[in-house]
C-alpha cells in the first residue's frame, strides 16, 4: 500500500507528501467529527444507548482519546523514533514515519470494527473472553512482533552509531542488511504497524464500544454510525503519531552550528545521547514484551516474570518528555554563544 508519494529528503520546502499527509489526517478528523455532530447526534441515533446526544458525543470522545493515548505507547514510541533515527542517519527521508505506522496499526481497529458492525459476532465473543483461541495467538503474535523489531532497530542503530564513530561495520550490519532493505522507506513501517496491531490491545476497546452500540437496540444503530468510532480512533492515533516522527525527523537532522569545534563536538555528543536514550528505551521495552510473551505462554520461570512485571504503560510519555527535553537543552546551550557574539 502506497497511495501518497514518497517524501523528498532535502526538508527544505513542504514536499507534496507531507501536504498529502496533512490532507489525509485532516480528512479523517472532518470526517469522523462530522459524521458523528452533523449526522448522527441530529438523527438522534443511539450511538451511546438511550443517554441521548451528550452521551454519544461522549463516546466519540472517548474513541478519540483512545487513539491519542495509544500513540503514547511506549512500543510506538521507541519503534518510530529509532526508525525515524535510522532513516534520517542515511538521508533518507524519515518525516512521515509515524504516519505510516499509525496507518497500519489503525487498519487493525477499523477492519474489526467493519467485521463487528457487519454482524460477525464471534469475533466480539472470541475478543470479550481472554482465554479465547484468538486472544491467546494474538497475545503472542502482537508482543512477539513488536520485541523483535524493536531489538533488532536498536542493535542496527547501535552499529550505525559504532560505523560513524571510526569503528568497522562488522557482522552485525552485514547480519541485518536484510532487514534495512524491508524498512528503507516510511511506507514500509506500514506492515510493521499492521503486525503491531494484531496484539489486539486497542482494537478490542474500540471494537467493543462499536459492539456495545450495535447490541444496545439489537443491532438497530446504522453501520456507518458506528463506524465513526474507529475513524475517531485512527484520527487521533495518526495526529500524534505523525507529529512525533516529524518532530523527531527534525531532532535527528538538526545541527548545532558550524565554523566552531565545540559546537561539532557538542553536536557528537547530541547525537549519541539521542540515539543512546532511544535505543536503551527500544530493549527495555522489547525485553519486557518478550518476557510477558514467555512467561504467559510458556509459563517460564527464573528472573523473567518480574521482568514481564515491569511498567511500562507510561513509558511511553516519559521517553516523549525526555526527547523533547534533551533537544531543547541542547537548543538553549547552543544559543547563546551567538547572543553573546552579537
Sequence with gaps: MNPLPQESPTGKRIAPVTIGVIAFIAALHVLGWGTLVFLVIPADIPLGGSGGAMVTLGLGLTAYTLGVRHAFDADHIAAIDNTT?????????????????????????????????????????????????????????????????????????????????????????????????????????YVVGLLFGLGFDTATEIGLLALAGAATLGGAVPWWAILTLPILFAAGMSAFDTGQGAVMRRAYTWQPGRGRRGRRELGEIYAIAMTGLSVVAAVVIAVVQLADVLVVNLGLGGPLPWMASVGIEDLGLILTALLLLMWAAVLLVTRRPRARES
Design 85 to 189: 533515527r535510522r532513516l534520517a542517519e542515511r538521508s533518507k527521508p524519515a518525516g512521515t514515519v509515524g504516519f505510516w505506522f499509525s496507518l497500519g496499526h489503525s487498519t487493525v481497529v477499523v477492519v474489526l470494527c467493519v467485521a463487528l458492525t457487519f454482524g460477525i459476532s464471534a469475533i466480539g465473543t472470541a475478543l470479550a473472553d481472554d482465554s479465547s483461541a484468538l486472544r491467546t495467538w494474538t497475545g503472542v503474535i502482537g508482543p512477539t512482533v513488536s520485541g523483535v523489531f524493536l531489538l533488532v532497530i536498536a542493535a542496527i542503530n547501535i552499529a550505525s552509531l559504532r560505523h560513524r564513530n571510526g569503528h568497522a561495520g562488522g557482522p552485525v550490519l552485514r547480519l541485518l542488511g536484510p532487514f534495512e532493505k524491508a524498512v528503507d522507506r516510511p511506507s514500509r513501517m
